[in-house]
């Protein structure tokens, strides 16, 4: 089992940064790639960013390469995801999420990660 819990959310301008934080407990952290995905209202859960267990392998959709990095540190058994030049359309409620059976592999599929945190809302006005 894997316990996950956000934070980090809030209201910020446009342009703005933020950086979500997702805390791990109950598994080797170390042994399973994390990710982070969005819902807006009325539109389907999106994959956003991934990283693998050693944060060798690192993914972004291209709507946020450039503005958002995510980052883990083992040793506090968090994930990060630091949003820079925020736009309206990233508003949307955040979730991380971890793949404990295929952490070899870049996944963008939200079917193939296990656990899920509770998510955290993040609202970016013009």
């Known amino acids: 089992q894997v316990q996950l819990v956000e934070s980090g959310g809030g209201l910020v301008q446009a342009g703005g940064s933020l950086r979500l934080s997702c805390a791990a407990s109950g598994r080797t952290f170390s042994s399973y790639a994390m990710g982070w995905f969005r819902q807006a209202p009325g539109k389907e859960r999106e994959f956003v960013a991934t990283c693998g267990p050693s944060s060798v392998r690192l993914f972004y959709a291209e709507s946020v390469k450039g503005r958002f990095t995510i980052s883990r540190d083992n040793a506090k058994n968090t994930v990060y995801l630091q949003m820079d030049s925020l736009k309206p359309e990233d508003t949307a409620v955040y979730y991380c999420?971890?793949?404990?059976?295929?952490?070899?592999?870049?996944?963008?599929?939200?079917?193939?990660?296990?656990?899920w945190g509770q998510g955290t809302q993040v609202t970016v006005s013009s």
């Open positions: 999420a971890a793949d404990t059976n295929t952490a070899w592999k870049i996944q963008t599929r939200g079917s193939e990660y296990d656990y």
